[in-house]
T-cell receptor, first 113, second 112 residues
Framework: ELKVEQNPLFLSMQEGKNYTIYCNYS?????LYWYRQDPGKSLESLFV?????AVKQEGRLMASLDTKARLSTLHITAAVHDLSATYFC?????????????FGEGTQLTVNP | KAGVTQTPRYLIKTRGQQVTLSCSPI?????VSWYQQTPGQGLQFLFE???????NKGNFPGRFSGRQFSNSRSEMNVSTLELGDSALYLC???????????FGSGTRLTVV
């Protein structure tokens, strides 16, 4: 059974600081997603990583994928309050049999002034 | 471009009742997946439909069922509701079920 683990689960950081969220998964996959969720809201797609070594950046967020290590990272640069949210990674192992995303527990990020 | 539309947004039901939730995917998307989100269990996969066929099913009891229509709209049904079924139910659509999932706003179900 696929397991997806995120750490840390809770992250409180000051504005302007940098930090990294880690996402480890237990089986082979070359398809990993990062989502953001604000309280009471749905999931907003941030990044789709489809191959080993993939790196994508959007604003203060950068995501990377190492399929050999089964590890993805979400790096936050110079955090601002608006980044406060819960971040989920999700792995898709479905191929010919259809898709199914397995989510990590989520990282609740709070950016303090 | 319209997003994924889920109806209703909120629902309160009594134990033992049944409920039907609806999901209209983005136009042209043929794959629809359903997820349950609870504080205790997190986000869990329910099932995925592609061109009216269920391709994948998660580890949920048979009380949870779904279907997809020829226009790709999907419904999810939960029978004999239990208190533990209270959750946010999210629908996601994808052009082909390979990658690129867009989630709807969800239906928040409360069972009392």
């Amino acid at each position: 059974e696929l397991k997806v683990e995120q750490n840390p689960l809770f992250l409180s950081m000051q504005e302007g600081k940098n930090y990294t969220i880690y996402c480890n998964y237990s089986t082979t996959s070359d398809r990993l997603y990062w989502y953001r969720q604000d309280p009471g809201k749905s999931l907003e797609s941030l990044f789709v990583l489809l191959s080993n070594g993939a790196v994508k950046q959007e604003g203060r967020l950068m995501a990377s994928l190492d399929t050999k290590a089964r590890l993805s990272t979400l790096h936050i640069t110079a955090a601002v309050h608006d980044l406060s949210a819960t971040y989920f990674c999700a792995v898709d192992v479905g191929q010919t049999s259809g898709s199914r995303l397995t989510f990590g527990e989520g990282t609740q990020l709070t950016v303090n002034p | 471009k319209a997003g994924v539309t889920q109806t209703p947004r909120y629902l309160i039901k009594t134990r033992g009742q049944q409920v039907t939730l609806s999901c209209s995917p983005i136009s042209g998307h043929r794959s629809v997946s359903w997820y349950q989100q609870t504080p205790g269990q997190g986000l869990q996969f329910l099932f995925e439909y592609f061109s009216e066929t269920q391709r994948n099913k998660g580890n949920f009891p048979g009380r949870f069922s779904g279907r997809q229509f020829s226009n790709s709209r999907s419904e999810m049904n939960v029978s004999t509701l239990e208190l533990g079924d209270s959750a946010l139910y999210l629908c996601a659509s994808s052009p082909d079920g390979v990658y690129g999932y867009t989630f709807g706003s969800g239906t928040r179900l409360t069972v009392v």
